[in-house]
Each structure stands twice: as structure tokens, then as C-alpha cells.
């Protein structure tokens, strides 16, 4: 079946760096990657979808500076938190659909669990 | 008012009792329905769609009520496995594709 990983699965950083997540599909080409956020024992929130080769279009109230996104492959798109501040710490999830698997299904990755020192 | 809402529990029961979840919808144009399971720091997997004709998969079964904008799940003969918190899915596409909208989950517990 079709399978997207991230990378890397938890995250400890200082206020003010930057983190990188990368959310690879392993087995088929992802058209379409969304990336989403979840605070402890609230419900995922879509922060972004993302098509191969073009602009992502954030959610309302997300802000792209910060979180800037980046689908340039058919298997790799790549959240990069800027400046992080404590804030910014949860559980990063991101899924992928696309051709390959069945295309009529979203795949979720892993997630990322980032901790803002 | 939030797309989804669920019941978060949390919900204790004992090995084999029988436990529901309820959840409600607010867009009357959603499309498809489903049920996710999610495990303590993992990410969510498809537990089963949903259907307006009520569908069963073994212990498992999802009803969809679309006058009232509701969907349950029924979960029978609990096992200790079975503890996870449990998100009620809505999509206004009729599959995964797309955006979908996702509750807060209710928390089970199956204690033996």
C-alpha cells in the first residue's frame, strides 16, 4: 500500500531556529500534500495543501511567512518553521494523495512532534 | 461554530461492553463521512467510511443520519485494543481527496 514517511519524528529546538520537516511519499507520486497541525487532545487543523510544482495555499489565520512550504518534487514537500517559539511546539501531520495506491485516499505520514525549548 | 463536533469523552469500559460515539456535522453539502482511529502520538488511520445505508465491519458499526447531520459509531464486544481516541471525519468531496474536516476525537479506554 501506499506509505509516506516524515522526517525527522520529533524535534527539540531553541526559540529562534528554524526546524525543517520533510514528508516524503515512498511509493507513489503525491500530486497533492496537506499539511496539518495538532495541539494535545485538540482535533488536526489543516494548515496548508500544497500541489507538486506550485504556491501553497494556507489556511486562514496561518501565516506563510512562517511556515513556509515547499512541493517541489512528486515525493517530497517540506514544512520549514521559522523562527520557532515555544508556540509553534505539536505534532506536525502531513498526507499525501496522488496517482499510484489508490488514488481516491489520503495517506498520512507519521507526524513530527516539535518541542520549542 | 465548528465543522465537526464530538463527544471527548473520555470513555472507560470494560473488556467485552458495547460503547457509541456520537458526532455532528455542521456543512449540510458534506459528502463523505468516516471514522479515524488515533493512537497516543501517532498519526490518524482510516478505521472505516461511512454510509447513509449504515455499514458494519466485523465489531465495528458506522450509521450516518444526513437530515440530522449525524454520524455514530458502535463499537461491540470491546477489547483492550480498542483504546485509542476515535476522530469523526467529514469531507465535502466524496472520498479522502480534499480537505478534510476533522473533530476533536473521543478518548477510549477498555480496561480489562
Known amino acids: 500500500g501506499a506509505v509516506v514517511s516524515q522526517h525527522p519524528s520529533w524535534v527539540i529546538c531553541k526559540s529562534g531556529t528554524s526546524v525543517k520537516i520533510e514528508c516524503r511519499s515512498l511509493d507513489f507520486q503525491a500530486t497533492t500534500m496537506f499539511w496539518y497541525r495538532q495541539f494535545p487532545k485538540q482535533s488536526l487543523m489543516l494548515m496548508a495543501t500544497s500541489n507538486e510544482g506550485s504556491k501553497a495555499t494556507y489556511e486562514q489565520g496561518v501565516e506563510k511567512d512562517k511556515f513556509l512550504i515547499n512541493h517541489a518534487s512528486l515525493t517530497l514537500s517540506t514544512l520549514t518553521v521559522t523562527s520557532a517559539h515555544p508556540e509553534d511546539s505539536s505534532f506536525y501531520i502531513c498526507?499525501?494523495?496522488?496517482?499510484?495506491?489508490?488514488?481516491?485516499?489520503?495517506?498520512f505520514g507519521p507526524g513530527t512532534r516539535l518541542t520549542v525549548l | 461554530r465548528k465543522e465537526v463536533e464530538q463527544d471527548p469523552g473520555p470513555f472507560n469500559v470494560p473488556e467485552g461492553a458495547t460503547v457509541a460515539f456520537n458526532c455532528t456535522y455542521s456543512?449540510?453539502?458534506?459528502?463523505?463521512f468516516f471514522w479515524y482511529r488515533q493512537d497516543c502520538r501517532k498519526e490518524p488511520k482510516l478505521l472505516m467510511s461511512v454510509y447513509s445505508s449504515g455499514n458494519e465491519d466485523g465489531r465495528f458499526t458506522a450509521q450516518l443520519n444526513r437530515a440530522s447531520q449525524y454520524i455514530s459509531l458502535l463499537i461491540r464486544d470491546s477489547k483492550l485494543s480498542d483504546s485509542a481516541t476515535y476522530l469523526c471525519v467529514v469531507n465535502t468531496r466524496g472520498s479522502t481527496l480534499g480537505r478534510l474536516y476533522f473533530g476533536r476525537g473521543t478518548q477510549l479506554t477498555v480496561w480489562p
Open positions: 498526507s499525501a494523495s496522488g496517482t499510484g495506491g489508490n488514488t481516491d485516499t489520503q495517506y
Open positions: 456543512n449540510s453539502a458534506s459528502q463523505s
